[in-house]
């Protein structure tokens, strides 16, 4: 027996002719008739006779019938419960992010894992380096994408992209016209600085600058890097920011240029050790490590 032709009996007594059941399948009545043929020559007896223009189910076909429905019924049970799990395996994730990121790369990414799958829900939420680090580390969140930073108890940090910090210039500065900006031609301007109250992320600004013997004035500091370009569009000094928002702010009034020597942050996505990734979580991070490989500096051109 194959399954087509169970699904044309099947038909069949439920519309009554081989023609409403031809429709109801999909397929032409001649080979509605094929099928049932077919199928009664497999089980050796016959399953409809004809009275008065229409078929009706033999006793032993209406027996047949009542077996092969709870067949159907058990596919029904299994096609609701396949489906459930589906949807079970694209349930809710919980995204944290900093601030930089929740602005630019985040929201690609999930454009593009809701893409991919439509049936899933993400909550999204922009924190601190503290509320970053406790909330991964708490297991209240499915992932975390920010700053890597040293070695975080309970907590699996994979690296996405070794980034490049670039040189923020307000428009009309003397070094916007340059292929790149070094340490050297800023180190008498004023400068924006980046700064974290409760983590020191950005020891790497510092250090470099220190190096390079930098006497200029750093007046304002912020936390924010969005703060920081606008800080820079406004004429307030220059700064040395992430890539990820520079093409939003070049379309808005600020000149950005490579920076030399180079000054890199790695950033990643932060996972609590125990978190077993499910069907979306393996999904996003599949997405994730797409939309950060052109940040890369070993991967950008």
């Known amino acids: 027996m194959e399954f087509r032709e169970l699904e044309a009996f099947r038909a069949t007594v439920l519309h009554g002719?081989?023609?409403?059941?031809?429709?109801?399948?999909g397929i032409s009545q001649p080979t509605i008739s094929r099928l049932l043929s077919d199928l009664e020559h497999s089980l050796g007896f016959p399953l409809f006779v004809r009275r008065k223009g229409r078929i009706v189910p033999t006793e032993q076909g209406m027996d047949f019938y009542h077996s092969l429905q709870e067949v159907f019924d058990a596919l029904t049970r299994l096609k609701s419960r396949s489906e459930a799990m589906r949807k079970e395996s694209f349930r809710t994730l919980t995204i944290i992010s900093m601030p930089a990121l929740s602005m630019t790369v985040v929201p690609q990414i999930i454009d593009r894992f809701l893409a991919r799958v439509p049936e899933a829900t993400v909550r999204l939420m922009t924190v601190d380096v503290p509320t970053y680090f406790r909330m991964v580390r708490e297991a209240h969140v499915d992932a975390g994408f920010g700053n890597q930073i040293g070695d975080q108890p309970g907590i699996e940090q994979e690296t996405l992209a070794t980034v490049d910090y670039i040189c923020a210039l307000p428009q009309g500065h003397?070094?916007?016209e340059r292929e790149h900006v070094t340490l050297e031609e800023i180190r008498k301007e004023p400068l924006i600085s980046l700064s974290e109250?409760?983590?020191?992320?950005?020891?790497?600004?510092?250090?470099?600058?220190?190096?390079?013997?930098?006497?200029?004035?750093?007046?304002?500091?912020?936390q924010n890097s969005a703060t920081a370009y606008a800080l820079v569009r406004r004429g307030l000094g220059i700064a040395l920011l992430e890539p990820f928002s520079a093409s939003f702010w070049e379309a808005n009034g600020v000149v950005?240029?490579?920076f030399r020597p180079r000054l890199s942050y790695r950033y990643s996505v932060s996972i609590n050790r125990n978190t077993k990734p499910n069907r979306s979580l393996k999904t996003l991070l599949r997405i994730a490590r797409e939309v950060f490989r052109p940040y890369d500096r070993g991967q950008a051109s």
């Open 17 to 25: 002719t081989v023609s409403s059941a031809a429709a109801y399948l």
């Open 174 to 176: 003397r070094l916007a």
């Open 197 to 222: 109250l409760n983590e020191n992320i950005f020891r790497q600004h510092d250090r470099l600058l220190a190096a390079g013997q930098y006497t200029g004035r750093t007046s304002i500091q912020t």
């Open 256 to 258: 950005t240029r490579p």
